[in-house]
């Protein structure tokens, strides 16, 4: 008998299986994919990290979780300078003033200040993304790189959308195009994988093995079960399905460099794809080949795997309806998927660490 079987092996599920498995719980983690490391997985091709899911770049303000990862991998020196193509036309991204100066020739903080302040619509009270984009950035902006995007993104016309999907739109009065604040910025040098290999070592793992098909039989091995999987799951979704954003990823083998950066946003609405990921730069690496990949977003279906939590009113009160139906007392749920949240990676380390500390256990 196991204390506690973790279902996932993501990064939630490993590393509160880590920490169980070091107070001297008995751990027995299982996943339904073939591999380890959930979203984060990195598959090698030939000397290159290949992020099989979206690219991962890992970034946190908190000292405590950058020491943890630091346990388990060494960072490269990455920091995120994604690049804008719209209309055969390269922008540097996040919007800063080498954007301004590219869109609209101005060079100095005072002169980008006083040409967004002219290019502002006057729009009292936006009462959707578009006006609200238009309110704080003008057309040219908007149209360049708010409007297709978001589009393709989530499937709805933008007057459709509410404010807040955007509102963290950044905008920098000086050349800092770094798309992370945080103090910590990485890509783990031998990739995601291993990290997993690490967290995990000394804990028995299955891969293959899907808990919900065989829920009895494997609740009888465990105490406690931690569920990472998505909660309507469960439940066989006999209450409806949590909805989701979703993307298809096209990977393509190259020879030479394909576009001198990792990620390149296409904006424009006629581009099916969001963005193109070369993975050989998250890296620094100069291998003959590459590998890219282009993200198309799509609407979810039962089945598949999951993206994006598309948090209306709607899919909130599901998501509370089967959260009312867990026995706590033998249930601890974690991650995005059972939370139905987006979160970044430091997020879920830091979720587990506090959720693993609470835990009673010897
Ligand atoms: P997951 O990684 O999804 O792990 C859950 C695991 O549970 C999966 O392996 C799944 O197979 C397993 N499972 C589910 N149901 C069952 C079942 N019934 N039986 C057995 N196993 C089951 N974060 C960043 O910080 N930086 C980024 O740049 C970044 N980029 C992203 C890009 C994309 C496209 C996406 C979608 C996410 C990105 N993230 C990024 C977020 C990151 O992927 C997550 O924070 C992280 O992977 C969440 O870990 P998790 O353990 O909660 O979930």
Redesign the pocket.
Known sequence: MYDYLI???????AVFARQMSDRGARCLV????DHV????YTRNDGGIQVHE???????TSSERVWQYMNRWTRFNHYVHRPKVCYRGRIYSFPINLMTLYQLWGVSTPAEAKAALEAARVPIQTPSNLEEWALSQVGEEIYYTFICGYTRKQWHRDPRDLPADIVKRLVIRLTFDDNYFSDRYQGIPVAGYTPIFGALLANIPTETG????SNRSMMESQATKIVY???ID?LFGADIGWLEWRN?SFEHEYLLGDFQGVSTMHYTEDSVPFTRICEHKHFAFSHHEHTIITR?YPRDWQPGEPR??PINDETNAELYRRYRDRVDGRRYVL????ADYR???????VESALVTAAAERHG
């Open positions: 279902v996932g092996a993501g990064l939630f599920g299982i996943d339904s994919r490391g959930g979203n984060c899911y979206g690219p991962h770049i890992f970034h093995v899907d808990f919900v990472t999987g998505s799951d993307m993200e993206h994006y974690g991650g995005r998927l987006y979160y970044d990676m430091h997020q879920v």
